[in-house]
């Protein structure tokens, strides 16, 4: 570069008019068209919704509403501590099962919710890319 004391008197710098074809940078050479800045592009999306963590909160928070729905009160309490103390098998199963059918409907609508998001700006750019039937030209068959 040059020092700011050689430049002349009129202002203008003698280096600004001279193309630099390669710069010198940590030992390494890079072209001037490597240190230029991309174009401006459109900006970034706007940053996506966490699903899986609104629907699993909207999953324990209703479970969190069951529980303190089930002890609020006393012969609710004593029925509930009655059915934990001594389960049956098939309840158990039952039970088991249950939770496993929600746990898989709980994941899969997050996974539908995000996939549903990923995909919205590949639908928005094609809707914007599909002009609508008003500015379409119209065809004259002869």
């Known amino acids: 570069m040059s020092d700011p004391s050689a430049a002349r008197a009129d202002g203008n710098d003698e ?3 001279t193309p630099m074809d390669d710069t010198v940078m940590n030992d390494t050479v890079m ?11 459109a900006p970034a999306d706007r940053p996506r919704v966490r699903w899986a963590g609104i629907v699993w909160g909207v999953a324990i928070a209703a479970a969190a509403t069951a529980g303190v729905v089930l ?3 006393p012969n609710a309490y004593a029925t509930l501590v009655e059915w ?3 389960p049956s098998v098939p309840a158990l199963v039952a039970a088991a099962l249950l939770t496993v059918g929600v746990l898989i ?3 899969g609508v997050a996974g539908m919710l995000s996939r549903g998001q990923r995909r919205l700006p590949a639908r928005r750019a094609a809707s914007a890319a599909t002009p609508s039937p008003l500015e379409r030209p119209e065809r004259h068959t002869t």
Not at 31 to 41: G, L, Q, S, V, Y
């Open 15 to 17: 280096s600004e008019t």
């Open 31 to 41: 072209h001037k068209t490597e240190i230029e800045r991309a174009p401006f592009t």
């Open 71 to 73: 002890t609020q009160s």
């Open 84 to 86: 934990v103390a001594a």
């Open 105 to 107: 409907l709980i994941a």
